[in-house]
C-alpha cells in the first residue's frame, strides 16, 4: 500500500514540474522576414490562459535560443472589438519592428486578447480586455525561463487600444498579487518603457467631456458623454463598461464610478510610471471625425505626463505641431530604456485596505505607520532602483513614526514587516 502512495506522489510531483513549465513549438522564421541574427526563431499561438484558447495567446519571436533577451511586447489594435496578434505576421510595417529588434537582440511578443461583445450584451467590458494582456505580461514573467526572456527588462508598444492598453498596464502601480494562489499573478506588471500610437487618453468616458474635448474648437463647445454614447450606439458604450441603463448613469452608480477610476490613466498616472513615446498622427478637427484617435488624446497624455513629473515623454503630434522627440523614434527609444531598465520581478505596491495605514503622503518631515494587525517589526525605505535608504526597527507597537528628512525628494518605496510575517509595499512621496 505504501508503494502505491509513493508512486501516487511521484506522479503528483512530475504533473507539478510539467505544469511550472511553457514548451513553445519554437520554429525557423521565414527567410520572407529578412531578419539578419544568428538563429531567429518563433513560437505561434502560445497559451496564457484558458478562458478563450482563441484569443489569450501571443506570438513570440527570438533572436536566437542561447542566452535571455530583453522583450517588446506589441499589442493590437481594433477598438477593443476586432484586431488580432496574426496583424505582425504580415503587416510590412510591423515586420520590420521586429526585424529592427531582433537584430538588436530584443525579443518580440505580439499579444492576444479577448474582445468586447459586438452581437449581444457584455457584462465585463473593456476591464477584460485589459486584464488579459496583463495576465499575458505576468505569464510571459513567470515562465521567462522557459521563454528565453530576462524578466526585468521588458517594454510595451501598442497603437490605438493596443496603445492605451499598453498607457493603462504602464501607469498602474504594481498589480503583482503576492499573496494569490495562482503563481502567474504574483510577477510584476511594471515595465521599463511605452511606446504609444494613436492612445486614448483614458477610458473614463466622462474625461473625454470635461478634459480631453472640453472647448475642442476654441469658442467653449465641449463633445458630452451624450454625444460620445451617439457617436458609439448605446450597445457599445454600454458593453464598454459592462452595462448601463444609460451612459449619464456611469456618473452616479458607485460601481460604475470605481469601474471609471479603475480604467482611467490619466488618474494612475504618477512620477515613477514608465517613460512613455506618444505618437498621435490623426489630422482630425471634430471630434466626431476620429473620437478615438483625436490629437486631442494627445495633447491630454502630454500635458499629464508633465503635470505628473514623469521621467521622460515624447510626444509627436504633427495636428498640434508638437514634436518633442528630437529625430529618436519609437523603437530607438524602447531600446534605450531596455539598455538601461532592470525593473524588480516580485514588488507589490498595493496594500489590503484597513492593514495598513500610512500618513502624511506626500511627507516632508515625519511619518507614522500603523499596522491594522500586529506590531510593526522592521520598516525599510527604498529608492526606485531597489537600493535601502533608511532602515527602521519596529518597537513592539502597532504604530511608529520617524523622520525623512534626510531623504532627497521624490518617489519611494517603503516595506513594512509585521510579527506576523506580514510584508505591505506602498509608494511614499517626499517633497
Not at 128 to 152: A, M, T, V
Not at 378 to 392: A, G, S, T
Request: with cysteine; proline share 4%; hydrophobic share 35%.
Amino acid at each position: 500500500m505504501l508503494k502505491y502512495i509513493y508512486i501516487s506522489l511521484f506522479l503528483m510531483l512530475l504533473t507539478a514540474l510539467a505544469a511550472a513549465q511553457v514548451q513553445p513549438n519554437f520554429a525557423p522564421i521565414p527567410s520572407s522576414f529578412g531578419i539578419n541574427s544568428a538563429n531567429p526563431v518563433y513560437a505561434l499561438d502560445v497559451e496564457y490562459d484558458n478562458v478563450d484558447q482563441n484569443k489569450q495567446v501571443f506570438h513570440l519571436f527570438l533572436p536566437d535560443t542561447t542566452g535571455t533577451y530583453p522583450l517588446v511586447i506589441f499589442i493590437h489594435g481594433g477598438g477593443f472589438t476586432g484586431g488580432s496578434p496574426d496583424q505582425v505576421l504580415n503587416n510590412a510595417t510591423l515586420r520590420a519592428d521586429i526585424k529592427y529588434f531582433l537584430e538588436n537582440g530584443i525579443a518580440y511578443a505580439s499579444m492576444g486578447y479577448r474582445l468586447l461583445e459586438t452581437t449581444q450584451a457584455d457584462n465585463e467590458g473593456v476591464i477584460k480586455c485589459l486584464n488579459d494582456s496583463k495576465r499575458g505580461l505576468q505569464f510571459i514573467r513567470h515562465y521567462s525561463n522557459d521563454l528565453f526572456i530576462d524578466p526585468k527588462k521588458i517594454a510595451l508598444k501598442g497603437s490605438s487600444a493596443g496603445a492605451g492598453t499598453s498607457f493603462w498596464l504602464g501607469t498602474r502601480s504594481d498589480m503583482a498579487e503576492a499573496g494569490a494562489t495562482d503563481p502567474v499573478l504574483q510577477n510584476s506588471t511594471r515595465v521599463c518603457a511605452t511606446a504609444l500610437n494613436g492612445s486614448q487618453a483614458t477610458y473614463d468616458l466622462y474625461k473625454w467631456e470635461t478634459q480631453v474635448y472640453q472647448n475642442f474648437d476654441g469658442q467653449g463647445t465641449t463633445f458630452t458623454l451624450d454625444s460620445i454614447e451617439n457617436h458609439l450606439g448605446f450597445n457599445r458604450g454600454s458593453n464598454f463598461y459592462g452595462g448601463y441603463d444609460s451612459a449619464r448613469q456611469i456618473l452616479h452608480d458607485p460601481a460604475l464610478i470605481q469601474y471609471r477610476q479603475e480604467v482611467d490613466m490619466l488618474f494612475h498616472l504618477s512620477a515613477d510610471d514608465a517613460p512613455i513615446y506618444m505618437s498621435s498622427p490623426s489630422t482630425a478637427v471634430h471630434p466626431s471625425d476620429d473620437l478615438f484617435h483625436h490629437p486631442f488624446h494627445g495633447r491630454e497624455i502630454q500635458q499629464a505626463a508633465i503635470a505628473a513629473n514623469l521621467s521622460e515623454v515624447k510626444a509627436n503630434i504633427p495636428a498640434l505641431s508638437i514634436n518633442t522627440t528630437q529625430g529618436e523614434t519609437q523603437n530607438e527609444f524602447l531600446k534605450r530604456h531596455l539598455d538601461n531598465c532592470a525593473q524588480t520581478n516580485h514588488i507589490n505596491t498595493s496594500k489590503t485596505s484597513g492593514d495598513l495605514n500610512l500618513y502624511p503622503n506626500p511627507a516632508n518631515d515625519l511619518i507614522t505607520v500603523h499596522v491594522g494587525k500586529g506590531n510593526i517589526k522592521d520598516v525599510e525605505i527604498y529608492n526606485l532602483n531597489l537600493e535601502r535608504m533608511i532602515q527602521f526597527q519596529g518597537k513592539n507597537a502597532a504604530k511608529l513614526s520617524f523622520t525623512v528628512s534626510e531623504l532627497p525628494s521624490g518617489t519611494y518605496l517603503i516595506q513594512i514587516k509585521n510579527d506576523l510575517g506580514e510584508v505591505f509595499w506602498e509608494k511614499i512621496s517626499i517633497k
